[in-house]
């Protein structure tokens, strides 16, 4: 019996083909309009370390003035960044298993000999742990020394792309590269990866970036550079003798330090030694604010800096409501489908086909439409988003993470077409199985 239904709905749909187009456009555009508005917005929400959230989190803490609460943008009112001397003391705890500063600094490179035109990049200052806790796998080599985050040594790990470049993809460990004056060994080579956690690596850093060499943060202290971050600076009128020492002795926030933990149960121990290194600097006249922290897990981060009430939720509502439009607008046509094929129905029941029948035909006719719709809704999805990726390609990574098609949006876009299509389908099939067959057969 389904299969006689379903050629019903078939024979039904071919001898209108004009007006099934116009359903299933109609329907597409309704899919892509929503599916493209939330899959940005999902993004912006997805926790891209969800696996170990519990063990991974930012530190924050209340060093700004007496006078104010930091004014930033941050929920908790605490600045994500925290200044160097108090990285420099907080890594010296052997209770996180990983200890990742971030900032962000750039400038022209080249090869030592200066045969390829100069470019320029993108470099993360960071740690060797930074590795790690990303879980970045390496095409060659891997990080450097651990004895280059304790005493400077010139050593960088390039990406794939940045080895393409330079090194046409050959084997460049051991290699050298200049960045900015300065002499680089090459120690590995990233393997092709999708930055899903850009949003919370790059949080605080300038727009549009995209990391292309990384080395270590220790380079600070060896050559005079001016980090790429924003800073935000307290009170604070000790003379430091020269910028150099202001950057990395003075008060001023300008990285973020990302920890993770073997065990969530090591969080409370870290969130005390916290407690005491905020203690012993009040005993100097620094936090002059009650004393408070907090270690933000990335989900808290994502929260804490509204990125899950961001510009992309106001452009999802706009898409849902597109979405609703043309499933107005797909009743609309399919109830007149319906209408202008009345005498047929007549006929069927006449013969003998129960109401019943009658709707599920119809039924399967708006799946068939629903399931083309949510196809075509597919591809235009797919184009929207490369059109997004393409038209903000000065976000780097950012957009590039945001503006992705998975598993996941796929199968939601051709469930949200099918149920839709159905949904929009009841009320056409519902009105002409109720109306009387006299009626039917006296319109054919």
């Known amino acids: 019996m389904w299969i006689y239904q379903c050629q019903l709905a078939w024979r039904s749909i071919t001898k209108t083909p004009a007006l099934c187009a116009l359903i299933i456009a109609t329907l597409a555009f309704g899919v892509a309009a929503a599916m493209v508005t939330y899959t940005s917005h999902h993004a912006m929400q997805h926790n891209p370390f969800s696996s170990k959230n519990d063990r991974v989190a930012l ?8 006078r104010e609460a930091f004014p930033g943008y941050q929920l908790n009112q605490m600045s994500n960044l925290i200044s160097y001397r108090d990285y420099k003391a907080l890594s010296t705890s052997s209770i996180a298993r990983y200890n990742v500063p971030i900032a962000h600094w750039g400038g022209t490179l080249n090869l030592p000999d200066m045969r390829l035109p100069s470019s320029m990049v993108f470099a993360q200052l960071t740690s060797r742990d930074y590795f790690g806790l990303f879980e970045t796998a390496f095409t060659f080599g891997g990080p450097w020394a651990k004895t280059a985050d304790q005493q400077f040594q010139p050593q960088m790990v390039l990406t794939h792309e940045i080895n393409q470049r330079l090194f046409n993809g050959e084997n460049s460990v051991g290699r050298q590269v200049l960045l900015e004056g300065i002499v680089f ?52 009128i000790t003379d430091y003798g020269s910028p150099e020492n202001t950057l990395t002795k003075g008060t001023c926030q300008w990285l973020s330090l990302w920890v993770e933990f073997n065990k969530a149960e090591d969080k409370a121990a870290y969130g005390d030694f916290v407690a005491s290194f905020i203690s012993e600097q009040k005993t100097i006249g620094r936090y002059p604010r009650p004393l408070r922290y907090a270690l933000s897990s990335p989900e808290e981060v994502i929260h804490i800096n509204r990125q899950d009430r961001s510009e992309f939720y106001l452009f999802s509502l706009v898409g849902q409501g597109l979405l609703i439009m043309c499933l107005i ?4 046509l399919l109830l007149a489908k319906f209408i202008r094929h009345a005498p047929q129905v007549g006929i069927r029941r006449a013969l003998g086909a129960s109401r019943w029948n009658i709707f599920n035909q119809h039924l399967l006719e708006s799946a068939f439409l629903g399931l083309a719709g949510g196809l075509l809704g597919l591809a235009l999805t ?39 299509t159905l949904l929009a389908g009841i009320y056409p099939a519902w009105q002409i199985c109720r109306t009387p067959i006299a009626q039917q057969l006296k319109n054919s």
């Not at 060499?213 to 550079?225: A, K, M, N, S, W």
């Not at 607008?329 to 609309?332: D, F, G, Q």
């Open 382 to 420: 797919q184009g929207g988003l490369l059109l997004l990726k393409n038209s903000l390609k000065g976000y780097g990574n950012s957009a590039h993470a945001t503006f992705v098609l998975d598993s996941h949006v796929m199968t939601l876009t051709l469930l949200v077409g099918l149920c839709a």
């Open 329 to 332: 607008n797909a009743i609309t």
């Open 185 to 236: 060994d090459v120690t590995g080579v990233l393997k092709p990866w999708h930055r899903s956690a850009a949003k919370i690596e790059n949080i605080d850093g300038p727009l549009g970036i995209t990391q292309q060499v990384f080395v270590p943060l220790q380079l600070v202290e060896h050559r005079t550079i001016h980090p790429w971050n924003r800073r935000d600076c307290p009170d604070d």
């Open 59 to 66: 530190v924050q803490t209340d060093a700004w003035h007496a």
